[in-house]
């Protein structure tokens, strides 16, 4: 049997792996007593890392539809977690600046976010973790177009090289 067909390959792990961690975050967010959902988290941890991007570049970087996160955004708006502002690029575009508010909050789901990652990494040395994590680094960088996310591993510049060759 095809090592492809196991249900071992990597493709098959990461998905399974992705939906079960997604799955255990969900859990927890929604015991957490803060009032956000998993996507308003997502959308406000999304816009904490990627400051003054476009609406339009967070929904793409987050896999949603553009109007799934206009509507996390309306909320987090109007608990004064983010601002958007128009573009001056493009008046048409909106970008997103997290608030102070958007700190103070990361800083109180830090626990629940520690409870997760220790769940998920329980039974692995630091040094495996680290591994995995560049050699994921590696796998997303291969399988994206956003120079965000590759310009943040130095490879943007070697595009005619192999991506694989710095993992940070």
């Not at 502002?85 to 626990?111: M, S």
């Amino acid at each position: 049997m095809s090592h492809l067909t196991t249900g071992n390959t990597l493709g098959f792990l990461l998905t399974d792996t992705a939906r079960l961690f997604r799955q255990f975050f969900e859990k927890n967010v929604t015991e957490n007593g803060l009032g956000l959902t998993p996507g308003e988290i997502r959308a406000l941890a999304n816009t904490v890392r990627f400051r003054g991007s476009r609406q339009a570049v967070l929904a793409e970087r987050m896999g949603v539809e553009p109007m799934t996160l206009s509507s996390y955004l309306d909320r987090l708006e109007s608990r004064g977690l983010v601002a958007r502002t128009v573009d001056p690029a493009d008046r048409r575009a909106k970008l997103v600046e997290p608030t102070d508010a958007a700190f103070d909050i990361l800083d109180q789901l830090d626990p629940l976010f520690e409870d997760v990652y220790l769940q998920a990494t329980h039974g692995l040395e630091e040094a495996q973790v680290d591994a995995m994590s560049a050699s994921l680094r590696i796998i997303r960088a291969n399988l994206t177009n956003d120079h965000g996310l590759l310009a943040e591993m130095n490879i943007l510049s070697r595009q005619n090289g192999t991506p694989g060759d710095k993992a940070d």
